[in-house]
């Protein structure tokens, strides 16, 4: 198998002018997958420069059998002026990419699966004396010495702390190296080499970061100086545990009754691994660890489907904690379920880790599925509402509602009056919000002032669209108290009145009682408990612009308005209304709403004031 | 209008000279030989691979033509007119020369040349007081002030602001697109000396740290209900070409180096602010992660869960952000007031 790998991604080295031929760079090293593999390492034969012009490269060679980057050919100052034309940085960098194959490579062909970037920094100088050059030079580059090893690899060698370039150029220095923290740990420091090695195959499921330190002294003549940089290790990954069931629960009730709607997760069952799962590319994740619907049954994979989920999780197997995954695997109803639907089942679906190769890379989940049918009925049989007789045209009279309505999802109720005698029939009824609700309004106003309209009986009908199932319920409407006397040149609408005394002295569309009623606000800054005058406190405004109130924008502008709000305000959902008002908010309707502070009585500028200004 | 010179004839170093990439494409397409190879290039790069591409003989020869062309070193300007369209000849080049999946990407914005010292002598005199004097007063407040003074800063900020604070529907706050949008226009077109006060006032309480916090509308223009992984959104943000674009100028100016004093890549704290702003108004959106007075933290809405095999790049991607004095210099330079003294 071809399972060579670099134990990281980038290198990066300095290259200095009129570096001889020779100089070596860089070592490169790579881990293997199986003992028998042996590494051989080509460099492909173009630079990158500034990262897009390419130029052909004469100048690097790597060895090979051992990794090592080295100078084939001295960088003169003309090459060197080549190399930079059209870097506007002001550090030239050149990139190189080195392959690795576990054959000999025939071709100097420029390809293979695995490579990786060497950046070589281009310094516009001489390399400088070694006598010049601080210990933290001496001893690391500046790329951090971070690593990756696959788990479940055999061990091998992966770094040299030794600088090639540095101990090729300064020999009579004396620089050591040491490895701190790696008592116990599966790391080994060779001395004669200055490389380390990993001398056993890791398990990420146990630890996946390992935290070292590299020490270096660097003896001149009597002086002595210490460097100390972090040295990282991480544990790759790969699929090596299999799906378990935390307290081995595999078994999930999922029962539908009110909310029917298609979308709705009836049950969610979880599943965990040790492994990682990568959320990025999201698709791949998924199709890796997959969760399918085993059933012969038509309905029931068109009416379920299942939904999976993941996240990261942390277990701690031994005090560090790894990463590890937690599935999610949620029944979603497919399609809203007709009200009459009555069965319960038993529905499995199969997990299956894919790319674990092992006998238990699946689990079945089990949802005990129950869907109970639900009745189209009215509960209280007669519904009895009084109305006053000044009502005026959309007052809302209240709300018809079918048994259990407000729970309802994805159940749609069309409420519908049939017609009783001819002669007096005031209301009508609007949908409410999401088909759960009617809702009962006066429609023609004359009506109830007639005497002889007293008593009207209706019948209201109820009916579920998806099943056409109806149910009906009589309702009778009791017209009382006494007519009142209609002032004169009042507006047809409440929110034009500005304040509280012509607010209550008038009605206006949608009273319940023949005058409008005023909201006293608290009065402190913008507010949604603004003062403004209403037809009825109950339903407006409460920030939303209900089917009655949508039907004439004289109703209710302080819900429904979609025009300008002069003053300081908030605007409602959708841009609609007025959610939060300053002092008194006002509208005329199909024009401009006002909210302002009613400032007659306040002072402008008291004496405490005009001494201040 | 004339045609243009053939480039032919010129000195073949004349075209050296920094030309945008608009202009570079209308150059080769006069030249029968430049327009031709371009051609070529680009249906060699549509394939993506970058080895396979320099493996074939006619798209070697394309490119080594078009090394010489002003093609190559075309860059653009931020804010230009056709920006989108120079960015996009840009890329159409540098996409498949380039690793593609490369970590830190070159910028394709000309570098910038003016420093941080030139904001803070215009700062001076519109707000007509020295930022580095009062420092009892709040300076993100003082900000606001001198945007509202300005009529161009007043438009397109309350623009905005009040694109980005329309509430949609219950489930939908706002309009996130149209308010990124609006934030581009205003930190496009409204000259740093006010877009860089607003974003990087120092502040010593909370209510300033909570204004400077506040000053892009994080609720629509930066949170999100899910925090997405960092790589996949540095892979939404390179499949658009302005953003990507605004990525690699961010990374190009304020990737840390140990090279410079600052921590700034030729100690230009400027051209790290200026792409640090850029960024705004795109899916890598950069913000204040909280109202600490004391610590000043980054970041875009993203987080490395979920980032499997890939986390140690995802860290270092996030850090860019979160842990980047270069970055935290820049904006520490600039609430102090104080610029990197360049000696001759």
């Known amino acids: 198998a071809f399972g060579l790998y670099f134990p990281r991604k980038e290198y990066l080295e300095n290259v200095y002018i009129d570096e001889p031929a020779g100089m070596p760079l860089l070592r490169i090293h790579a881990l293997r997958d199986s003992h028998e593999e042996v590494a051989h390492f080509h460099l492909c034969q173009n630079l990158v420069i500034s990262r897009a012009r390419s130029h052909e490269n004469n100048w690097f060679q790597i060895k090979e059998k051992t990794g090592l980057l080295y100078l084939s050919k001295s960088l003169d100052r003309e090459d060197f002026n080549m190399l930079s034309v059209g870097n506007w940085m002001p550090l030239s960098k050149v990139m190189l990419s080195v392959f690795l194959s576990s054959h000999p490579f025939q071709e100097k062909e420029c390809g293979s699966a695995t490579r990786i970037t060497v950046f070589l920094s281009l310094i516009n100088a001489t390399a400088p004396a070694c006598s010049s050059l601080t210990a933290r030079q001496l001893c690391f580059t500046e790329m951090d010495l971070s690593f990756h090893i696959k788990e479940n690899k055999p061990p091998g060698t992966f770094y040299q702390l030794q600088l090639p370039s540095v101990h090729h150029l300064c020999q009579n220095l004396s620089i050591s190296y040491k490895l701190l923290a790696a008592e116990g740990l599966p790391f080994r420091y060779n001395e004669n080499t200055t490389s380390v090695r990993v001398t056993q195959r890791l398990d990420r499921e146990e630890r996946e970061r390992y935290e070292l330190i590299a020490k270096c002294t660097v003896r001149m003549g009597l002086r002595e100086m210490q460097v100390e940089v972090p040295f990282l290790v991480n544990v790759l990954d790969e699929d090596d545990s299999p799906p378990f069931l935390p307290n081995d629960t595999d078994t999930a009730d999922a029962v539908v009754e009110f909310n029917r709607k298609e979308g709705t997760v009836v049950a969610t069952l979880t599943v965990y691994d040790a492994d990682t799962t990568p959320i990025y590319p999201l698709e791949s994740s998924r199709k890796k660890y997959t969760g399918t619907i085993v059933t012969d049954d038509p309905w029931i994979s068109e009416t379920f489907r299942v939904e999976h989920i993941f996240d990261e999780i942390h277990f701690s197997p031994n005090g560090s904690q790894v990463r590890g995954t937690r599935h999610e695997y949620k029944l979603v109803l497919n399609k809203s379920i007709s009200v009459t639907e009555h069965r319960s089942f038993q529905l499995d679906v199969l997990v299956n880790d894919t790319e674990f190769h092992g006998p238990e890379r699946s689990v079945m989940l089990h949802f005990n599925v129950t869907i109970l049918p639900v009745s189209i009925q009215f509960s209280n049989m007669t519904y009895q509402f009084t109305v006053n007789r000044n009502a005026e045209r959309f007052a809302q009279i209240g709300k018809i509602c079918i048994e259990n309505c407000m729970k309802f999802r994805g159940v749609n109720i069309t409420y519908k009056l049939l017609s009783p005698n001819v002669s007096c029939y005031p209301v009508s009824i609007v949908q409410g919000r999401e088909d759960k609700y009617g809702s009962l309004y006066v429609n023609d106003s004359s009506v109830l002032r007639r005497l002889e309209c007293k008593e009207i009986q209706y019948t209201v009908q109820a009916t579920d669209k998806q099943s056409r199932k109806h149910t009906k319920t009589l309702l009778t409407l009791v017209l009382e108290g006494t007519l009142l006397k209609k002032e004169d040149d009042c507006p047809d609408s409440c929110a034009i009145s500005k304040h509280r005394a012509e607010c209550e002295e008038c009605g206006g569309l949608g009273v319940l009682t023949g005058r409008c009623q005023w909201r006293q606000g608290s009065g402190k800054g913008i507010t949604t408990n603004y003062s403004t005058c209403t037809p009825s406190i109950k339903t407006c405004p409460d920030g939303i612009c209900d089917g009655v109130e949508g039907k004439d924008p004289a109703v209710c502008p302080q819900d429904c308005t979609s025009g300008n709000i002069i003053g300081g305000h908030g605007k409602g959902i959708g841009n609609l209304g007025i959610k939060s008002g300053h002092g008194i908010c006002y509208c005329f309707p199909k024009e401009n709403c006002y909210c302002e502070k009613d400032d007659i009585k306040e002072q402008l500028c008291d004496d405490m004031c005009k001494t201040v200004i | ?344």
């Open chain 2, 1 to 344: 209008l004339a045609g243009p010179p053939s480039p032919g004839g010129q000195d073949p170093r004349a075209w050296r000279v920094p030309v945008d990439c608009v202009r570079a494409n209308e150059l080769c397409a006069a030249e029968p030989s430049c327009s031709s190879r371009y051609r070529t290039l680009r249906q060699c790069l549509a394939g993506r691979d970058r080895n396979t591409m320099l493996a074939n003989k006619e798209c070697q020869a394309a490119l080594e033509v078009l090394q010489e062309s002003p093609l190559y070193d075309c860059r653009c300007k931020r804010g230009m007119k056709k920006e989108l369209q120079c960015l996009q000849i840009y890329w159409s080049i540098h996409l498949g020369l380039t690793e593609g999946e490369e970590f830190y990407e070159a910028s394709p914005y000309e570098p910038v040349t003016s420093r941080l010292s030139d904001i803070f002598r215009l700062a001076s005199i519109f707000s007509g007081m020295d930022p580095a004097t009062t420092s009892r007063s709040n300076h993100c407040l003082d900000a606001a002030k001198a945007c509202n003074l300005n009529d161009n800063c007043k438009r397109l900020r309350s623009g905005y602001i009040s694109t980005c604070s329309r509430e949609l529907s219950a489930s939908e706050p706002c309009s996130r697109r149209k308010c990124h949008k609006a934030l581009r226009q205003f930190f496009d077109r409204v000259p740093g000396e006010f877009t860089f006060r607003l974003l990087f006032c120092s502040c010593r309480d909370q209510a300033c740290a909570e204004r400077r916090r506040q000053t892009i509308v994080p609720s629509c223009s930066y949170e999100d209900k899910e925090k997405p992984n960092c790589l996949d959104l540095r892979g939404t943000c390179r499949t658009d070409h302005l953003c990507r674009s605004r990525l690699a100028d961010f990374h190009t100016n304020c990737q840390a180096t140990f090279q410079s004093l600052t921590s700034c890549p030729g100690d230009n704290y400027q051209a790290c602010l200026g792409s640090y702003a850029g960024l705004i108004g795109f899916d890598m959106t950069p913000n204040y992660v909280d109202a600490s007075t004391t610590s000043i933290t980054i970041s875009p809405w993203c987080s490395c869960k979920g980032s499997g095999n890939m986390e140690e790049e995802c860290e270092k991607f996030l850090r860019d952000f979160t842990e980047n004095p270069c970055l935290r210099n820049a904006i520490q330079a600039f609430g102090n007031g104080t610029d990197v003294n360049l000696a001759p």
